[in-house]
């Protein structure tokens, strides 16, 4: 079962401290939302914490296999902000599906297989700029049914596309 961080919503970013550069540039987008969501929050599972605020009260969560899963599992919403650059067009989406499998919609960067994965408005909401990420995050924090059915569809396309039994 999912639990919450008091009565808000919880957002959710894993991965490495040399991928949190694109996490940060997200502060602005998530200080908005919080204007309209005050209760947000953003769990960051990582090896260490954003240097920046981030907009939002952030939980950090040091990144352990044994925690991971759990730790994703048990928010609303999950992150994968990317910039628009050849490496990132050649990002294979992994985060991404951690979130899918795990049962969350998602907001993505929809940069290289990234759109293919997201199968946007399915499993989840592309953001390219500040307005897209303001409104896409917006979308799914007041919109818990859609939440649900993104989630419902982001798991059953991980398992039928993606999962190892699959590959």
Avoid at 77 to 104: F, N, S, T
Avoid at 115 to 134: H, K, M, N, R, Y
Avoid at 145 to 151: C, I, N, S, V
Wanted: aromatic letters at 6%.
């Amino acid at each position: 079962p999912r639990t919450r961080v008091g009565d808000g919503k919880l957002l959710v970013w894993t991965g490495s401290a040399s991928t949190l550069k694109y996490l940060e540039p997200l502060a602005p987008a998530l200080a908005a939302v919080r204007e309209r969501h005050p209760g947000v929050t953003l769990r960051v599972i990582c090896d260490r914490p954003p240097r920046r605020d981030m907009g939002v009260p952030v939980e950090f969560i040091p990144w352990s296999e044994a925690v991971e899963a759990g730790a994703v599992r048990a928010a609303d919403i999950g992150l994968m902000p990317l910039a628009d650059d050849e490496w990132c067009r050649g990002k294979c989406g992994a985060k991404l599906l951690q979130y899918m499998a795990c049962g969350l919609a998602s907001v993505a960067a929809p940069w290289g297989i990234v759109s293919d994965i997201l199968d946007a408005g399915t499993c989840g909401l592309p953001a390219q700029d500040f307005d897209e990420w303001v409104d896409s995050l917006e979308r799914l924090l007041a919109d818990p049914e859609l939440r649900k059915l993104q989630g419902d569809a982001a798991r059953e396309r991980a398992v039928n596309l993606y999962s190892k039994n699959v590959i």
